[in-house]
């Protein structure tokens, strides 16, 4: 029976859970399609990439993937105060927005609002954050 290497092609369907059961993501979401992707090639997160190997078509098992195999640590240094009137009007807690850096645009979620300043932080929304995925093996290429 064909399983998962370094080298596959393969579709699955995913849903990713934190450790207080709250999803974030699923491919099994109404009008979402099944993940297909190839190892090896580094778009997806190192811990998701290990849980898919050795798996056989049709397949499922859950895996736990810790934040150092998924989107690594909450860095401090991402997290910036900014004056608030170097933000748009009337922002709020929870909030993405987009900033421009010399890398190009980057995403940030705003953390606090206080009378003067916001805090921003550009980290991913899952770092430091340990990940839990139902997996299931649709397809091996």
């Not at 979401?29 to 290990?50: C, Y």
């Not at 550009?122 to 954050?129: I, Y």
């Amino acid at each position: 029976m064909k399983k998962v290497d370094v080298n596959s092609t393969v579709t699955v369907n995913y849903t990713g859970k934190l450790e207080d059961g709250s999803v974030f993501d699923s491919s099994l979401n109404e009008g979402r399609e099944p993940l297909k992707a190839t190892l090896g090639q580094g778009s997806l997160i190192p811990g998701f990439e290990k849980g898919l190997l050795e798996m056989s078509e049709g397949e499922t098992k859950t895996i736990s993937i810790p934040y150092t195999e998924a989107y690594g640590d909450l860095r401090e240094e991402l997290i910036a105060e900014v004056p608030k009137d170097r933000v748009p009007e009337g922002v709020e807690v929870g909030q993405m927005l987009q900033t421009m850096t010399q890398q190009g645009p980057m995403n940030v979620i705003v953390k606090e609002v206080n009378e003067n300043n916001v805090v921003l932080d550009a980290n991913h929304p899952l770092a430091g954050k340990d990940l839990i995925f139902d997996l299931e093996v649709l397809e091996i290429q």
